[in-house]
């Protein structure tokens, strides 16, 4: 659970611009969009004014403390993201899953990037729940893994930033489409 403090971010205008760009042509009037990892919540911002009706859940529940701006988001915290597909009925899954790769020096990059705040503040503001993924790297893996074949197996479209080493675990397994950057939408699942 994450301690109050007085930081706050706010949506990257870079990530933000990146996530418009990959959705662009993608309707997702009337939908209902899902982000399983919402972390700080970006990505649902975007869909919402895209029409979607948007749901964020994440392990942790520190995101609503710092992400302004995201009114008219539901969030649910303290949910694994296996458990939050089969929970709350969606159209889509959106989604930049947890890094996997090692947290060094005991500051997790991202939340370096987005708050500028490093060591022994940012260890203040984070205590993460055993469960998290983030620099678990071959665990969460196969926890995106294992999540995207539910999704496909349960007709869902699967939309996701495939970043490195994503991207390289999960071409071999699916057929995948680029819509920008490192934004994909997976067709299908390669038997």
């Not at 919402?38 to 964020?56: D, H, M, N, Q, S």
Request: with cysteine.
């Amino acid at each position: 659970m994450i301690q109050r403090h007085k930081w706050k971010l706010h949506p990257q205008p870079s990530s933000m611009a990146k996530v418009r760009r990959a959705l662009d042509n993608i309707d997702l009037r009337g939908k209902v969009v899902l982000d399983p990892f919402c972390g700080t919540g970006t990505l649902l911002i975007v869909a919402r004014e895209k029409g979607a009706r948007v749901i964020g859940s994440d392990i942790e529940d520190w995101s609503e403390y710092l992400r302004p701006g995201s009114e008219g988001i539901e969030f649910h915290w303290g949910i694994d993201a296996l458990d939050a597909v089969k929970k709350f009925e969606h159209d889509i899954l959106l989604t930049d899953p947890p890094n996997p790769t090692t947290i060094v020096g005991g500051r997790l990059p991202s939340a370096y990037r987005d708050t500028g705040v490093k060591g022994a503040q940012l260890s203040k503001m984070f205590n993460f729940s055993e469960r998290n993924l983030m620099g678990k790297k071959y665990k969460t893996i196969k926890a995106v893994i294992k999540l995207v074949k539910y999704e496909l197996e349960n007709g869902r479209t699967v939309i996701m930033n495939a970043f490195y080493p994503y991207k390289k675990y999960l071409l071999p397994i699916f057929q995948m489409r680029k819509l920008h950057d490192t934004y994909y939408i997976v067709e299908r699942w390669l038997k």
